[in-house]
């Protein structure tokens, strides 16, 4: 199996599985068993919802289809994305997933997670952190806290940030469970102090655009 580095993350790294560049493995880096999350996968694609395709999961390793495309923040930080569409984007991928049985929420939909792929458009990567019997007000609230989070940074695309989250808002179907998104994504172990520090302004900005 080939190991050439194609990607990585806060959490793992992504490697290319076989010659025919048809696969990648993803692998923690702090251990883990991704059968659960193979699992949910394979449940979601089974029921439409556009998600890679899964090969194999053994322990920290999981073997999935490689999508061809850039990301959606890739694409709003080339512009060539818009970001009140992202918004628009993110939640219809939010109302999607939470019309199918079984309360299933992402808590960690973002643009970074969302591969607008060549052949299959937007497709939602990354669900290690899903869980089943899920709120969907606290995934909107996840989803509308990591924007905010940039929005309210001194990043040069903060702006669009903003702009991206208020479309997100305004899309938004149920209320946001926004201090229990606050309390989980605090407990987030890849959060730097400061990225925590940063959640009270993050929090309030999305109360200010929620009304």
């Known amino acids: 199996m080939s190991k050439r580095l194609v990607g990585q993350g806060r959490s793992a790294d992504v490697y290319e599985a076989g010659d025919d560049g048809a696969w990648v ?54 512009g060539t994305y818009g970001p009140e569409s992202a918004g628009v984007l993110l939640a219809g991928l939010l109302d999607r997933l939470h019309a199918l049985p079984g309360g299933l929420v992402h808590l960690d939909l973002h643009p970074g997670n969302v591969v607008l792929s060549e052949d299959r458009g937007p497709v939602v990567i990354d669900w290690s952190t899903a869980e089943e019997g899920g709120e969907p007000g606290l995934d909107r609230a996840m989803s509308a806290l990591i924007l905010a989070e940039v929005a309210v940074s001194p990043a040069p695309y903060a702006p669009g940030a903003r702009a991206g989250l208020a479309a997100l808002l305004s899309a938004a179907g149920t209320p946001l469970l926004l201090p229990e998104a606050r309390r989980l994504r605090a407990a987030d172990p890849n959060l730097t102090p400061a990225e925590v520090a940063a959640l009270d302004g993050a929090e309030e900005l999305v109360r200010s655009l929620a009304g």
């Not at 890679?52 to 080339?78: F, H, I, Q």
């Open 25 to 78: 493995l993803r692998r923690y880096r702090n251990g883990g068993d991704t059968a659960r999350e193979a699992r949910l996968m394979t449940r979601l694609a089974e029921a439409g919802y556009p998600v890679p395709a899964v090969r194999e999961a053994a322990g920290p390793d999981l073997v999935m289809e490689r999508l061809r495309g850039p990301s959606l923040l890739d694409g709003l930080l080339a």
